[in-house]
């Protein structure tokens, strides 16, 4: 069972935790890229296209006679080896949709943060709701990376609780805050150093212990 850092709000190193089961996953890198690849494509609308030349506003009239002038045959001038004519084989806004299953989502959000826990760049803060103001909050993730070598992002994620500690995280450089409800692959991907609200992995333990078992009677 991996370990996670943890410490104070002050940035005091406190005694390191068991992660959780629910966040241990075996590894699968293929899923884990087929996920990177749905989310990335959310960031990419597809809007760009560029006009044909039946699309550009100009007029139609064919440029010169046919023959007897010694140039080459041309029609309109909206023709693509025209300057200001249209293209021949650009964009055509085609909006690309890819859809991952929920199970299969949430399989590979497991397999990052396992991942990131077995490269010691998840770590957990125990009262992080008490982080007021953004110089304590400068404050801990300074302390933080004093302990890491070469930390360049960090991804602050909150719980329930804790979610009112947004104000102080905001304006540092480099660092993206996520509800812990609103988590995906790519988000944890790009995040670089994950600093968990400790309140998370007991309230995870907590709903696994109060969930019925199957076939239980209700």
Not at 35 to 47: C, D, K, P, Q, S
């Amino acid at each position: 069972m991996l370990k996670v850092n943890t410490y104070s709000a002050k940035g005091t190193k406190l005694e390191s935790i068991s992660l959780p089961k629910e966040f241990e996953e075996k590894e699968n890198m293929a899923l884990l890229a087929q996920a990177i690849r749905v989310f990335e494509t959310y960031n990419h609308l597809g809007l760009a296209k560029t006009k044909t030349r039946a699309e550009i506003n100009r007029t139609k009239k064919k440029w010169y006679r046919q023959k007897g002038t010694g140039r080459a045959r041309h029609g309109a001038r909206s023709a693509p080896i025209f300057v200001g004519g249209g293209v021949a084989h650009g964009p055509k806004n085609v909006e690309r949709k890819l859809k991952l299953p929920f199970g299969m989502r949430r399989k590979a959000l497991k397999i990052i943060l396992f991942l990131k826990a077995k490269e010691e760049k998840l770590v957990a803060v125990s009262g992080l709701t008490d982080i007021k103001k953004t110089k304590d909050a400068q404050n801990l993730l300074n302390k933080i990376a004093n302990s890491k070598e070469k930390i360049k992002r960090f991804t602050i994620i909150l719980g329930r609780e804790a979610i009112a500690s947004k104000e102080a995280f905001r304006n540092l450089k480099n660092v993206n805050i996520v509800n812990f409800r609103n988590l995906n692959v790519y988000d944890v991907f790009r995040g670089g150093t994950l600093v968990f609200d400790k309140g998370i992995f007991m309230s995870e333990r907590k709903v696994k212990k109060a969930s019925p078992k199957k076939g239980a009677k209700k």
